[in-house]
């Protein structure tokens, strides 16, 4: 059954409504990034380029390691515009956008987060890097989905439930890409990150207004979990790539430079080789592998 016009939205040229991309455009490996002027960071090392596009916040470029294709695309800031990204990503290459219809074979995209976090570990230092094995999302974007945890997923949250649930928050728990964790992840340091709805008061900062409860971010770092595991870091988007890739088929990882301790009060001194330190060495990984 066809999508009505108001669900799939499509631009005058037939490109998806917010990316403004067609199904060409993109390949099968995404690098997802925050910041628009971080795509140009990743593609500058590139061989070639053969697509740049922009609209609003979204910036994508497509070219060429050699013979393997890839795209480097900015979500901005945020669950929410995750939400768009993966979204239209997966209905370029799984919808039929002249007929509005899901195509019978369907495709499954490497989607590999390149971004920045806060640690909530002293012994995870700035300038290093973390894998995310899972994502904690705090954020309430998955609610509206039809996504449910195993038994064993629920005993995973069991301690961090009672420390969020009077913030009026439903935690959810999405492991990462097996696969992208053993390539691209292999030798990075590997966490639980934690992913909230906004930079201030959601992640326990006071500028002018403090938030409801600033100690919740040290009960979370305190925690041991399953298998002895810690939640090592903070951002905004990890979770939610997850989620919405388990739901539709896709492989994801998340990959972040440390740029700041949270528990040390520390920051990087140098946050753009930090980052740059990473896109290489991720670009290195995916196309070894």
Do not use: W
């Not at 997966?90 to 499954?108: C, F, G, I, Q, Y």
């Not at 987060?113 to 640690?119: A, K, N």
């Not at 935690?171 to 639980?192: F, N, Q």
């Amino acid at each position: 059954m066809s999508l009505e016009a108001s669900e799939l939205i499509l631009n005058p040229d037939g490109s998806i409504y917010h990316l403004n991309l067609l199904p060409e455009d993109i390949s099968d490996t995404v690098f997802l990034v925050g910041d628009p002027d971080r795509v140009e960071e990743v593609s500058r090392y590139f061989d070639r380029i053969e697509v740049k596009k922009q609209k609003r916040e979204f910036v994508t470029h497509t070219g060429y390691i050699g013979d393997k294709r890839l795209t480097c695309i900015s979500s901005g800031i945020g669950t929410d515009n995750i939400d768009i990204v993966l979204t239209e990503l997966d209905a370029l290459v799984n919808m039929d956008l002249n007929t509005r219809t899901p195509k019978s074979e369907l495709t499954s995209l490497h989607l590999i987060r390149i971004g920045t976090c806060g640690s909530l570990q002293h012994d995870i230092p700035v300038d290093s890097f973390l894998a995310s094995e899972y994502g904690i999302g705090l954020d309430g974007l998955l609610g509206f989905y039809n996504f449910d945890i195993t038994p064993e997923e629920h005993d995973f949250l069991a301690p961090i439930i009672p420390i969020v649930q009077h913030l009026g928050v439903h935690p959810v728990v999405v492991k990462g890409s097996d696969m992208l964790l053993d390539t691209v992840g292999k030798d990075m340091r590997k966490g639980v990150t934690l992913t909230n709805c906004g930079f201030y008061g959601p992640q326990g900062r006071t500028v002018r207004i403090a938030p409801k409860d600033k100690s919740y971010i040290d009960k979370l770092s305190a925690l041991v979990l399953q298998g002895g595991r810690r939640c090592t870091n903070m951002e905004m988007e990890t979770s939610a790539i997850y989620g919405l890739s388990k739901i539709l088929g896709h492989q994801a990882l998340s990959c972040n430079a440390i740029l700041a301790n949270r528990v040390d009060g520390t920051f990087s001194a140098d946050p753009h080789k930090a980052t740059d330190l990473l896109i290489r060495h991720v670009l290195e990984k995916v196309t070894a592998s």
